[in-house]
């Protein structure tokens, strides 16, 4: 299963945007990128899944480079709310036969 | 509308003892996985299961085991509970065999081995 590797922490403020970069060097053909958040005391929620380029929905975008091996993670405008664990996930779906694997994450605390 | 859910939510048993632990969905997804995270730290994986009758182990296996006798249900089970199994549990489950696959988690079970 390919490793990731992503900051421990970060810190930002209210209505800035924040960047979290995910690297995942021995990344597979087949695999996805795969981002979840997690608030205390929660499971963890999915936030957005790529493959190549650039993927955005209402909550974030993500950005893939065209070599794949890292990934980033961007939250418009953040607030309080957007306070939480974030998770980079790679590992291969269409098939469903294979499982993905958590790293430790990225707290992200953002300060009013 | 459907759901996973966990039982129980809490549980404080005594080392040595079998304890099992719930995981119920309702969106009929063949997958299904079992997770600890230790306080501080990331998910990691026990069990999953593709379909009835299929488990596999994960990376964090020893101690625990699964049965997938229908679609809805995967309980996990620790065969004589030790100190370092007091972790929280999350249960989730994802569609299986599509292009973009979500894993959708349970609320979690906090378990305490005294």
């Known amino acids: 299963l390919a490793k990731t590797t992503q900051p421990i922490s970060m810190d930002s403020y209210e209505g800035q945007e924040v960047n979290i970069t995910c690297s995942h060097n021995n990344i597979a053909t087949n695999d996805y990128i795969t981002w979840y958040q997690q608030f205390p005391s929660q499971g963890p929620r999915f936030i957005i899944q790529?493959?190549?380029t650039k993927v955005t929905n209402e909550v974030a975008s993500l950005f893939i480079p065209a070599d794949r091996k890292s990934s980033t993670l961007s939250l418009p405008r953040v607030s309080l709310s957007d306070t939480a664990v974030y998770y980079c996930?790679?590992?291969?779906?269409?098939?469903?036969?294979?499982?993905?694997?958590f790293g430790s994450g990225t707290r992200l605390q953002v300060q009013p | 509308d459907a759901e996973i859910t966990q039982s129980p939510r809490h549980k404080i048993t005594e080392t040595g003892r079998q304890v099992t632990l719930a995981c119920h969905q309702t969106w009929n997804h063949n997958n299904m996985f079992w997770y600890r995270q230790d306080l501080g730290h990331g998910l990691r994986l026990i069990h999953y299961s593709y379909g009835v009758q299929d488990t596999n182990k994960g990376e964090v296996s020893d101690g625990y085991s699964v049965s997938r006798s229908n679609t809805e249900d995967l309980p996990l089970t620790l065969e004589s509970a030790a100190s370092s199994q007091t972790s929280v549990y999350f249960c989730?489950?994802?569609?299986?065999?599509?292009?973009?696959?979500?894993?959708?988690f349970g609320p979690g079970t906090r378990l305490l081995v005294l």
């Open positions: 996930l790679v590992g291969e779906v269409g098939t469903g036969r294979r499982a993905l694997t």
């Open positions: 790529g493959y190549k």
């Open positions: 989730a489950s994802s569609e299986g065999g599509v292009a973009e696959e979500t894993q959708y």
